[in-house]
Every structure is written in structure tokens, then in C-alpha cells.
């Protein structure tokens, strides 16, 4: 709703309630009509605020009401009315005036800002552009070039650059409201007509407008990947620029109706419900994020200072906290310093704060974590060598503390078993770089006690990460999807595709980068290493019908090859694609490559076929989507929701297209079913094409849509 009253004698004040960020659903916009009724009808009022409850002015459109036939005033002509009104409008910014809050703003005749608020046209990360006026007021409002930076980024302004920008009026440090009222006073009877954004022009830009524009849409259609909405975002600005405002709002109008109906704004909308979901975190055993409070973390420490070590030091010491870094090798520890400080005074340098060196100390002895109250391990990928720390730090650590590892798919309960309290014992899986990137799998072992998975659940946030909670099984969720990823493109290249064909298809789809490039960037020695640990990668077994065999599954021992001849990668020069010189970026085809998968398939009886792209991004997509399904009813992720943040957030699915689990519902589950089962006929060695039981059962219950998915399970396992 919105409340009305009057204050100081002559200020009308109208205050929009909704918890909890003032979203303008359709009670709330009826609010503000009849309220701004009132104000213009009532003779003592000589002028407006428009604020929010709880020092929010406004979280924009409310996004749950997105979905429903719309009800109550629509937003343009109500803040319409807001400007045409002849009492100057003041809004009072306090919190966030984000999207709709900030079309909202935008329409009062002046805006004043708490020093601490945030204002933004975060429309595009939600698929659509700002279609209340913000496309046609704020490029008139502040000039073409800085509207389109904060329209096609969606980014926050802080209100000190929301006045230099020339979107706000004044700055208080103040009482928000209070400035506000005694600014409306101040205006009292001022005329309006310059005060109204969509009466002006935008303000010339130098030089060529149309080379502007082009250039902005190659770059934004270069960055986009295939997302529409930033497109439609610089379409909306230049017809801003190049229109009368009515025009130009028809304009904003039908680029809005065809991104509102469009894939990508359902899935990008559905994940930011997801990122939220995903902080509700639960367990098979009942454990909660309500019902666990966790232990004050005012120390950490990280073990290991190899590339994730340093990042997860990083991001640490960005988010405030003390950090001990331990490395036993001088040598290595030397650098890391070094490295650590550099990438602390780059990331500093960017955000335009200090960096926070003082934050990080560093040991080449492991008794420096005594005082500490959580530990990260990330050392190598080696149980045992893990195993080892583990027993130190049980030793050396107070007793409380929370002893956590970045293992990416090893037992988190092997460890716990070295340690005298196992239930202080979890993951914490960072993506490298550890710094840089969103997601943060936080994996929670069968003895592991809620309030220890609380406690990392709340670090990972403070780090300004997705923290996504998962169970313990090889490869946690992300690695075991991903296996079945590999293993498919690993089997296209021995059907008859090449690198190029399968990398050209998933990146057709949104991937930044295909599988075969991604893994040339990380190298090769990477998964050859876990494979050879595992038993897959066996030397001497080049021919006969064992090379393509283990462990009773087809098995391509294609990257092995590739590994025994010294090509792993960029950093060797070749791997899937030549790279010119060791350490070169710009993979290109390479001949020998052809020749080298030519002879393999004649070696071993393999007809090669014509394989199209579609059948590329099924089989890939459709076995990882495969092994999600599996994952769901194993309990080892919660919900959809958790799956998707981790594909989005972590491995690059774009996120236009809301996750895997997301896109199988878009797909329709009952299509993904009958083309497992016509890929698994064709292939009956390659179990992970074999459609998953939840997966049939989701379909013969009507395939629900992927938000009812969470209840389904729960109902289909209390059936078994
Ligand atoms: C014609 C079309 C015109 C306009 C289009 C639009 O306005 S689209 C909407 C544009 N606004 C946004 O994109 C803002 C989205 N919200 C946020 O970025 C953050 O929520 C915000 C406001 C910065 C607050 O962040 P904070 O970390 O403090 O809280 P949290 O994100 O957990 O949100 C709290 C709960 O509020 C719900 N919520 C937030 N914004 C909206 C919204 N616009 N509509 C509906 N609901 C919203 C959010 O889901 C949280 O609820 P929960 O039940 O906990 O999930």
C-alpha cells in the first residue's frame, strides 16, 4: 500500500508500504494514485515527498507479479501524472531506488539521496530494459553515453555519483525524509515546466551520434553472447535519442513487449528468485538455515598457496577478514606474497579503496592457525597429503575451530575421520579464480553439524559469493555433472566430430568458451592426472577392445593420448588446437589433430558419421542434465534452484538461460526424456544416457513446472 499524510502544514507526504523493499505491486501503485489524488486535490498542499517505509524508497517493479495478468494502475501513466502534476514532486531516496523505483524518481520534479543509497537500472540482469520512461528520461536527464553505461550494465551508482551524474539534486547525511520536506517547503510555487525530464532534449554527444551508437552495439552484442536485452537496451536509448519522448516511449513500449515474453527474461528472472532460494538452505537430515545459527568467524587462516590458496586469501581479505596464510615451501611462499599483495592492490585499485594488506600475515609453520576460527586447506588434489593437514590442524587448532577444504571432488568424511571433532569438518569449494568468481559449494558430510554448514553458509555470503549447500559424493554436484559433459564430447570426437564442431555448438548456445578450448586453457594434465588417480587412464592399453573400456563402461581415452604426446594445453602450445608457441591464447585448428583422430577411428574399427550441432548440445547438455536428475534424488542438492546456481555461477552456462535444470524444463521434461532414450538405444554402454528415475517419474506426474519440482521429490520419495 501507500500511506498519505500531511506535514509541516503545506507537504503532502505519500509513503509506500510493502515490505520488504517497497516493490510497486498492484496495491502499492493504487496506493500511490489515489494518494497523489489527494495531494493535488487538497488546497493546503503546495508540494509532494514520495518516500519509503524502513529507509527504502523503492525496489523497483515487484518481479513475483511478473508472471500474473496485469491488475490495479499500470506504472507509466501513473508516474506520468507524477510529473505532470502542478505541486513539485520531491522524491526521498533513502535505501535503494532501483528500476521502477528509480522510472519513479525520475518522474518527480526533483530527487533527494541519502548519502548511503544506491540507485540503478538493474532492468537488463532480469532481461528486460527500463520500460516505465527510464529508457527515454535518463539518457534526457544526464546525456547518452553515461545513460547507456548504467542502462546496458544494470549497475548501482552510489548517491555521491548519482549527483555528479546530475540524477539526484542534493545529498543529505541527514534524515532523508526531513531534507526532503524542507526542500518541497523550499520550492513551494516554483514553476515546473523545467523541471519535467521528458520535456527535454538529450544533451548533444561529441562527435557522431550513429558512430556511437554502432559502436556500442558491436560491443554489446560481442559481450552478450546471444542475451537479448542489452541489445534492446541500446535500441531503447537511441530511439531516446533520435525521437520526440512520445515516440520514443512507443518505442521503449514494443522493445519491452518482446523481451517481457521472451525465454531469457523468465530464466534470468527465475534465477534471481534461485540466488535467493539457494540461502535457504536444507538438508536430507532436517538440518536448516532457520533453525542453525552460526559460530562468529573473527580469523581465518588458508593452508596451501598455490593458485586457489591465494585467491581464496584474497577474497578473505576483501571481505575484512584477518587472514593467515600458510606455506610450508619458501619458495612458493616468497611469491605468493607477492602475488597476493598485487592482486589486493589491483582489486583495490579498482573498486577505489584501500587495499587491504594489512589484513593478510603469513607463515611457513602450521602452529601459526592456533588462534584461529577457520581454516581453509588448499593443498593438491591428494588424499593423502589432505589427510595429513588434517590431522595437524586437529592438533594444532583451538577445538571449536571450523576446519573446511577446497577439495573438488575428494571425501569431505575421509577427512573429518582424521580429525577429534568431525562434525567441525566441511568443503568449501571455490571455482578459480577463487576472487573472481560467484560460486561457492559448501559440502556438508554425513557427520558434518548444521551449525558448521551455517557458519561456512554465512563466510561464503560475507564474501559476496553464492553459497550453495551440497552433499558429499565424488565431484560434489558441479564435477559430477560435468563428467558427464566430458565423457560425451570425448565420444562425439570418436562418432566423427572434431574440437571445433562441438566448441562451435555449445558456444552457439551461450558457453563462453566450448569444452575442448576450456580445457586447453586449463590443461589437459589437469584431468589426465584425476584420471590415471582413478584408474581410468592406464598406460599400454592403446589398442584392442579393452582401450575403449573401463570399468565395464565405454570409456574414449582420447585426452590420455593427447597428454602422453606432451600436448596439454596452451601452455604447451597444442592440445585440442594449436596455439602457435607454448603459452600462446588464440586457438586455431590444427591439421595434425584431424589426422591424429582420422587414424584413432580407423584403429579401432570406428565409422565416422556427420554430426550436426544439434545432436552435440543433446547429448552434452541432456547427460549433464541427466546426472542433475540423479543428483536430486540422491538428496545430494536440495532443488533445482541449487543445481542452477552452480551452472551459472560456475562452470559459465549462460545465464540467460537460467541453468540446466531450468532449460530442461523450457525444453520440456518429457522431450529431454525421449531423446535420452533414443541416445541411450543407440549406445547402451554409455549408462549416463540412461534416463534417471525421477526424471520418468517427473514426467508421468505431468512434468510440473521447475518451481514445484522441490515439492514433487519430497512427495515421490515419501511414496517409495
Ligand atoms: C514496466 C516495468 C518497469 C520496471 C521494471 C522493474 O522495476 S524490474 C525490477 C527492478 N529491480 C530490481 O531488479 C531490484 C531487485 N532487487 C535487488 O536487487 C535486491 O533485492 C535489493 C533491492 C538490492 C535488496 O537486496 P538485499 O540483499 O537487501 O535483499 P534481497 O535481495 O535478499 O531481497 C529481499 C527480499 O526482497 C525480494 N525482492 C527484492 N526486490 C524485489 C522486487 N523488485 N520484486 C519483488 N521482490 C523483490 C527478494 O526476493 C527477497 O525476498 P525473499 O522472499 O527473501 O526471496
Redesign the pocket.
Known sequence: MAQYSRISGSVGLITLKSL??N??GAVVRQGIVDSLKTALQDPKVTSVVICGQNGVFC??????EFGDSESGPP??PMIHAIEAGNKPMVAAIEG?A????L?LALGCHYRIAHSKA?LGL??V??G?L???G?SQRLPRLIGVPAALDLIITGRHVTAAEALQLGIVDQVTDHHTVDAAVKFALSVAGRPLDARRISSYSCPPVSGDLDALFEEVMRKVRRGARGAIAPVACVQAVRAAATLPYARGMEREREL?ATLFTSGQARALQYS??AQ??VSRWSTPSGARWDASAPKPVRKVAVIGLGTMGRGIAVALAQAGFPVVSVETQEKQLTEAKRAVSQMLERGAKRRGVAAPLDKMSYSSNIQAVADVDLVIEAVFEDMGLKKKIFQQLSAVCKPDALLCTNTSSLDVDQLASQTRNPELVVGMHFFAPAHVMKLLEVVYGPRSSPQALATAMQLGKKMGKVSVAVGNCPGFVGNRMLKAYVEQAFFLLEEGATPELVDSALEEFGFSMGFFKVSDLSGLDVGWKVRKEDGLALPGVSTGPSARIRQGRRYSPLGDLLCQRGRFGQKTGSGWYQYGKPGGRVATPDPWLHSFLEEYRAQHGLVPRRIDPQEVLERCLYALINEGFRILEDGIAAGPEDIDCIYVFGYGWPHYRGGPMFYAAMVGLPKVLERLEHYYRAHPDVPDLQPCSLLRRLVASGSPPVQKWKEAIKKLHSQL
Open positions: 520488504p523493499v516493490a510497486l525496489g523497483g517493479a515487484d518481479i513475483k506504472l507509466i535503494f532501483l528500476g521502477g523505483g522510472e544506491r538493474p532492468e540482469t532480469l528486460l527500463p520500460a516505465a527510464g519491452m534471481f528468485f535467493r532460494a
